[in-house]
């Protein structure tokens, strides 16, 4: 990115322009006390050399993802991403500084959104699909939001098995609409042991698989959900689960959204991550963001366009559904060539070698004398407990170049001394091996 600084006669004649004789009295409307009036604590320009060499220091500090032992996910997941994809992104006409959506013009951004959707209604078992998700946390309070505007209500049920961050975003969205949000515990199994809905309740929502890796049992809850005039809302913290798992519409989810980062985006420190949400066709007009639809031009050529919008930059704002102001173009687009390379068959297979790789971790783990606390299937992530603290066993895989996984002591203390492992596509037999040493304290 070019960094383009603003010279003094830039500044004043911005200043002009609005009006305002100097920089201060621009800011004149933020409170004198909330001004800060110092000198900035940030050290003097350095040369383009130094700057390099602080940066390499910075990043060698650093525990690399993606290497064959590499067992921490937790909602950010470290999966093999095909050179294709970075080289396919790099393309000028690809990078943008926005979105373009005139079809006159955008053919290419619309079919890429198009495919998206078609792709991740197919994969969720759902009619219809959106795309202007910033990630799995924020699509899921997308979906309780919608399911609120569907039913009139404002009560919702989560389960405890939704992750710990997605929770916080939810109370976050909801806190300032009234929203009552009740929690459904979970059973000792790990998985979410039922519900009363009540007729106040605007929908349920359940993580499949869930927060500590057990696969949800979806189709217990469709029937009492529905019952209840409610709807079923299944978020998917882990994408690369849906080619192997029963899609949850077929369940009887009536929206299901989730985080795709898993799709060809890499690990990065917090982000970005991308955000889906997919409905039945019965609610697309409470659906937030965008959508593209297909059509034939007046030569009868195929062709796209921005077909529904339901955000405020698009309508009038009280008829909002959403103030979404992106689509995570770039983030989508990575996602959509991704999945086009793998295909049906290359993407059940990868989801396939991270359930084989994870049921031989449990089994190696299990073998060292560890415990795995709950007895629900599971996909590529699971809960273990190791034998003094999570933080010991923690730090001796560290020891042993092994990133173990997630301490669960500040999400989950009632577990004891557990610890979140998850195993991909890219974990080695002699990197597992090596897990279950130092978790079990045995020699490697």
């Known amino acids: 990115m070019r960094y383009i600084p603003h010279t003094d006669d830039d500044i004043r004649e911005m200043l002009a322009v609005v009006g305002q004789p100097d920089v201060d009295a621009l800011f004149h409307v933020i409170p004198e006390e909330l001004r800060f009036k110092g000198v900035l604590d940030v050290p003097s320009g350095q040369s383009e050399l130094e700057v390099q060499k602080r940066l390499g220091e910075l990043a060698a500090a650093n525990t690399q993802s993606g290497g064959d032992a590499w067992f921490l996910g937790a909602g950010t997941y470290a999966h093999f991403v095909p050179s294709a994809v970075d080289a396919l992104i790099s393309r000028a006409e690809i990078t943008t500084s926005y979105t373009p959506y005139q079809p006159e013009i955008s053919q290419g951004t619309l079919q890429t959104i198009f495919e998206w959707q078609t792709m991740m209604a197919s994969l969720t078992g759902l009619e219809v699909a959106n795309a202007s998700m910033y990630d799995g946390a924020s699509a899921t309070a997308e979906a309780a939001l919608m399911a609120m505007r569907v039913t009139r209500r404002e009560r919702i049920l989560v389960s405890d098995g939704v992750h710990p961050h997605t929770l916080h975003v939810l109370a976050t969205y909801l806190g300032g609409l009234g929203a009552r949000i009740d929690a459904l515990p979970l059973g000792d199994d790990g998985r979410t042991a039922g519900a ?49 798992l029963r899609p949850p519409g077929d369940w009887g989810a009536d929206i299901v959204c989730g985080e795709a980062q898993s799709f060809g985006v890499p690990v990065g420190f917090g982000g970005p991550h991308l955000g889906f949400l997919a409905a039945r066709m019965k609610h697309v007009r409470q659906l937030p963001g965008r959508l593209v639809g297909e059509t034939v031009d007046a030569r009868g050529k195929r062709g796209f366009v921005l077909t529904l919008s339901t955000r405020e930059q698009h309508i009038r704002r009280e008829r909002a559904t959403s103030n979404i102001c992106t689509n995570q173009g770039l983030c989508l687009t990575m996602a959509t060539i991704y999945l086009s390379l793998m295909g049906k068959a290359g993407l059940r297979e990868v989801a396939l070698q991270n359930l084989a790789k994870a049921e031989y971790a449990k089994r190696k783990l299990q073998e060292a004398g560890l415990e795995l606390p709950f007895s629900a299937p599971t996909f590529n992530e699971f809960v273990v407990r190791v034998p003094d603290t999570p933080s010991a066993a923690l730090a001796r895989a560290r020891e042993a170049k092994v990133t173990g996984g997630l301490d669960l002591t500040r999400f989950r203390p009632q577990l004891g001394p557990a610890v979140l492992v998850c195993a991909t596509e890219l974990c080695s037999r002699e990197g597992i091996d090596r897990l279950a040493a130092a978790l079990s304290g045995a020699p490697a």
């Open 196 to 244: 009363v809905v009540a007729d106040d309740v605007a929908c349920v929502i359940v993580q499949q698989p869930n927060f500590l890796g057990c696969i949800e049992e979806l189709g217990a809850f469709g029937e009492t959900v529905h019952a209840a005039g409610a709807l079923l809302v299944a978020t998917v913290g882990e994408a690369l689960s849906l080619p192997l």
